[in-house]
């Protein structure tokens, strides 16, 4: 086994990040080249817990801003993130890897309830685990709930995957001179509003002490962070 920093990780993925260059829906060659970056992670002998979020099919806050009731507008992105992790454990067994969908909204036709210790349980028996339907409630961000399940689960670093390969002073993808960040505190993520992980994950993450690694989802960038390479940018205490 390789020498590992983090034996247990959060992984969160945007929903959009399925969706490839189409921008909405999942496509899946797409899913299949992530999943192989995850298949790699897993290898090591890492224990993996994913959260994705659901932008790619469906946006509550969008919607809601439209006039669409808030609460049903939230629902409705909940179940698109049952839809994208059903597309995720498909991709994963196919790399050989054991998984469990979880879900914080009951549907067990479909996948198992989320339950902290049977979630557990199924992490130290080596399966990825993906957790779906946010915290199963309105009102909060799939990074809210990939840092509570972070913490419920004991794992000893969030790493956020996105397109970009860390934090920025500026968008990247609007201004080439923009500067990544190496390491951060909490308290200038939160002071400078960087769009690290809204900042309710990110009090949550500064309370209990877990770190937050931002690395881009391509180039074993996530199994270099495992690592401790720190390929991206990591926020942690202050």
């Known amino acids: 086994m390789a020498d590992l ?9 945007s929903g959009e990040a399925l969706a490839g260059d189409k921008h909405t829906g999942i496509d899946p060659h797409t ?19 994913l959260v994705i979020g659901g932008g790619n099919i469906f946006r509550g806050l969008s919607a809601s801003a439209q006039g669409m009731e808030r609460a049903s507008a939230d629902y409705m992105g909940m179940l698109a993130t049952v839809l994208n992790g059903l597309a995720v454990q498909d991709a994963l067994e196919k790399t050989g890897h054991p ?9 067990q036709e479909v996948c198992e309830p989320y339950i902290r210790r049977r979630a557990l349980r199924h ?48 968008d990247p993808m609007k201004d080439p001179d923009a500067v990544m960040f190496k390491t951060l505190s909490y308290e200038e993520t939160l002071r400078q509003h960087l769009r690290v992980m809204d900042s309710t994950a990110v009090t949550l993450a500064q309370e209990n002490g877990i770190p937050i690694a931002v690395c881009n989802i391509f180039g074993g960038c996530i199994k270099q962070t495992v690592l401790g390479l720190n390929p991206g940018t990591t926020v942690e205490g202050d």
């Open 99 to 107: 998984t469990r969908v979880l879900s914080a909204i009951a549907m």
């Open 31 to 49: 899913v299949s080249k992530i999943c192989g970056e995850i298949a790699d992670v897993a290898d090591m002998g890492v224990e993996i817990a």
């Open 123 to 170: 992490l130290e028996k080596g399966r990825v685990i993906i957790c779906s339907a946010g915290t199963g409630n309105p009102y909060f961000t799939t990074d809210t709930a990939a840092a509570l399940r972070g913490m419920e689960l004991q794992c000893d670093v969030i790493i956020k995957a996105t397109k970009v390969n860390g934090v920025y002073d500026r």
């Open 5 to 13: 920093k983090y034996q247990r990780i959060l992984l969160k993925l």
